[in-house]
């Protein structure tokens, strides 16, 4: 397909946001115009797209003027002001905030768990949460095929998640550890660096954080289905890039581990590395993915995958994947791609 069409990127210059425009180049989305936008000025600024640098603007209403697909990285102040701006100019708005997913207005899209939403929408598409994407790639699937009557969820969310100063404090904190001198927290509320947080934006009454709560109710949203039991514990944890959770679900139907591996290894976008027996006698050489493994690459994995012995119809699994990518900017894109 030709180059055709004038895309915009509100946050450019931020981690998702980077993201995106290497995701457009890599999957030769059809742009004809790229426009990096950000909403503070600093001078300078440029992102790098097909072999060129273009110089990055401020945010303002005529930026979305002849734009066709605007993708928004930034936070939701950005979109709060801007997003339906860029819709009334005849923009198609895809959201990576949080700003607007709960409207029942606003189609929530997975473009491998519920695509057929995105009939629904008047301009603007959301993005889910990274951790609601990466699970419910894992969960769907099986949803459909066993019916899964209820899901706890424990995350280990890399710090790329919260930008580009939580990667750089987590790199001086453990520098500064390591030599033995303090670094005082800045970016998280206590030391990142050889600890975990189960703390993950705020708290609510009842004691939950607001990315537990975002698992929950999105989740629900995408499958269709509000009364779905879930539970979710955040912990943010000392690595770089690429997010992982530990899933249990129930079924309704009866099932084995070997089918739940060949109804995962069957789904788009998700890919079984699950070898639990030594390899060549290895204890130490049996497969499963890690972040490190899944860092830099567009697939959902799926690794451990065992009966939950405790509950009848239980099943355990390890899921890992970017949360940049699939878990943000390649999930954007794909909607896009969609619609175009």
């Known amino acids: 397909m030709s180059d055709k069409y004038i895309v915009a990127v509100v946050g450019a210059t931020g981690a998702v946001g980077r993201e995106m425009i290497r995701v457009l180049e890599e999957r030769k989305f059809p742009v004809k115009t790229l426009v990096p936008l950000a909403t503070k000025k600093k001078n300078r600024r440029t992102v790098r797209f097909k072999g060129k640098d273009i110089t990055v603007k401020v945010t303002e209403d005529a930026s979305f003027n002849g734009v066709d697909v605007t993708l928004f990285a930034g936070g939701d102040n950005a979109s709060k002001e801007f997003a339906w701006e860029a819709v009334r100019r005849g923009s198609i708005v895809i959201d990576n905030s949080s700003t607007f997913r709960m409207r029942p207005d606003v189609p ?58 939580a990667g750089e404090e987590l790199k001086k904190q453990t520098k500064a550890l390591a030599n033995n001198r303090k670094y005082a927290p800045k970016v998280f509320p206590q030391q990142i660096s050889f600890n975990c947080l189960p703390h993950i934006d705020i708290f609510n009454a009842a004691g939950n954080t607001l990315e537990e709560v975002k698992i929950v109710e999105e989740t629900r949203k995408i499958f269709s289905n509000p009364q779905l039991p879930i539970s979710a514990t955040c912990v943010r944890v000392p690595v770089m890039n690429g997010h992982a959770q530990s899933i249990n679900i129930q079924t309704r139907k009866r099932s084995s581990v070997d089918n739940v591996r060949k109804i995962l290894s069957r789904s788009p976008g998700v890919t079984v590395v699950d070898e639990p027996d030594p390899v060549d006698g290895d204890e130490k050489r049996r497969t499963y993915p890690t972040p490190l493994y899944a860092s830099g690459k567009d697939e959902v994995y799926i690794g451990r995958v065992r009966k939950d012995l405790s509950v009848e119809y239980g099943f355990n699994m390890w899921c890992v994947a970017d949360n940049l990518r699939k878990g943000a900017a390649l999930n954007a894109v794909q909607i896009a791609e969609f619609i175009f």
């Open 108 to 165: 929530l899209i997975i473009p491998e768990v519920n695509i057929k939403h995105i009939q629904r929408h008047q301009g603007l598409i959301a993005n889910p949460n990274c951790s609601t994407i990466q699970m419910c790639m894992a969960v769907k699937p099986l949803y459909e095929k066993l019916g899964v009557t209820r899901i706890v969820v424990s995350t280990y969310q890399a710090v790329s998640g919260k930008g580009k100063a």
